[in-house]
């Protein structure tokens, strides 16, 4: 088993704008940046990685390539809201960054799923994040739950089973 996320890797079409972002206004530190020269398929590619680093070691990291046809083939292609990265914060860091965004004229929109309360956001690539805080109870009795709902949805069976309170 995997010990932890190491890294999860985008694209990003301007490198000071994307670390706006996600370190003067989400607080997640720029931690590196690497200049590489590879060659990939026969093709040279000048590219600049940017890592921010997360409390647990893992970074978010972004690629921006020095040739043009090369960023456009690799940009970021944003997904619907189904498609997401999550990151797990606590509730005074949610708070926080609610404040924030509001501050930084970023939308974002809320929602408690009973076993998450999630703020959504949109990165300046249109990558949608999830920063959700877990309830007290999460993780009771979750793998036995998992199991036979997994069962239940392969046999057919769409009826809800997240009857965990939400936030009034």
């Known amino acids: 088993m995997p010990a932890r996320l190491h890294h999860a890797a985008y694209v990003s079409s301007d490198q000071e704008r994307t670390r706006h972002f996600y370190e003067d206004i989400l607080g997640i530190p720029l931690t590196d940046f690497w200049i590489e020269h590879e060659v990939l398929g026969g093709v040279e590619h000048a590219f600049a990685l940017a890592s921010y680093g997360l409390a647990d070691g893992s970074s978010l990291s972004f690629f921006h390539f020095a040739d043009p046809e090369l960023q456009a083939r690799y940009a970021a292609k944003p997904q ?20 924030r965004l509001k501050a930084a004229g970023v939308p974002a929109m809320e929602f408690d799923h009973g076993y998450a309360r999630s703020l959504y956001v949109e990165d300046p690539d249109g990558q949608t994040l999830e920063l959700c805080v ?19 949805w392969l046999a057919g069976d769409r009826a809800p089973n997240n009857h965990l309170p939400r936030a009034a």
Do not use: N, S, Y
């Open 134 to 152: 877990d309830p007290e109870h999460h993780g009771e009795g979750a793998k036995e739950r998992a199991r036979d709902a997994l069962t239940r």
């Open 80 to 99: 619907g809201l189904f498609v997401h990265l999550a990151l797990k914060i606590a509730p005074e860091q949610q708070d926080a960054l609610r404040d």
